[in-house]
């Protein structure tokens, strides 16, 4: 089956580093995506892994292996502002294109 | 240029009656993503169109569950017979092409609650 796991919640601390693991098994794969959702409002794309390795972004990076089916977000010097859920999502290339997402982990940010 | 637009921003409706939700998507993008997020959930897949192929219906719940789109524009989710169950946001995402590696742009949702 197709199954994509994150942990729930995590709490961080303002100017902290924060990683949010992600595990997938899905019939295939073409590319892990990260999206940041506050709450309320519509997902906005963070970063892209199809390859294996780090992806760096700014205050951001997240990793992939794709052989252990796993990614993280790091996020560093965090601010408040990084409060929301962050969602792993594969593109399942089995007959089409497909997203799969998780849950997601609802970060809380605090002072 | 505009996003991704959707309509109703909110829809309350009584159980058995029929909803139609509507996405605009970002003009020229050829992909387009219909997906339900229940309360504290993540998103779930409902169905996938790309330029005239056929559309891949694979996620929608039930055959309550409808949606079309004309040519490469608009789409229309239809939801026949509402159950409290189909409470949830409906989020709609287009992109440029449906390739690899690019990335879905989110409309900010329909919400929709069934009483």
């Known amino acids: 089956g197709q199954n994509i796991d994150q942990p729930t919640e995590m709490t961080a601390t303002e100017g902290a580093i924060v990683q949010i693991n992600c595990t997938y098994q899905t019939s295939g794969f073409n590319g892990l995506f990260w999206y940041q959702q506050h709450a309320g409002e519509a997902p906005t794309f963070l970063s892209y892994n199809v390859l294996d390795g780090l992806e760096e972004k700014g205050r951001f990076s997240s990793f992939l292996s794709r052989s252990k089916g796993y990614s993280y977000l790091l996020l560093k010097e965090l601010q408040m502002k990084d409060s929301a859920s962050y969602l792993c999502a594969v593109r399942d290339r089995a007959g089409t294109y497909k997203y799969i997402f998780g849950t997601g982990t609802r970060l809380k940010v605090l002072a | 240029g505009a996003g991704v637009s959707q309509s109703p921003s909110n829809k309350v409706t009584e159980k058995g009656k029929d909803v139609e939700l509507r996405c605009d998507p970002i003009?020229?993008?050829?992909?387009l993503y219909w997906y339900r997020q229940r309360l504290g959930q993540g998103l779930e897949f409902l169905i996938y169109?790309?330029?005239?192929?056929?559309?891949?219906k694979s996620g929608l719940p039930s055959d309550r569950f409808s949606a079309e789109r004309t040519g490469e524009s608009v789409s229309t989710l239809t939801i026949q017979r509402t159950q409290q169950e189909d409470s949830a946001v409906y989020l709609c995402?287009?992109?440029?092409?449906?390739?690899?590696?690019?990335?879905?742009?989110f409309g900010p949702g329909t919400r929709l609650l069934v009483l």
């Open positions: 003009s020229g993008h050829t992909a």
């Open positions: 169109f790309q330029g005239n192929s056929a559309p891949d």
């Open positions: 995402a287009s992109s440029p092409r449906g390739t690899s590696g690019e990335t879905q742009y």
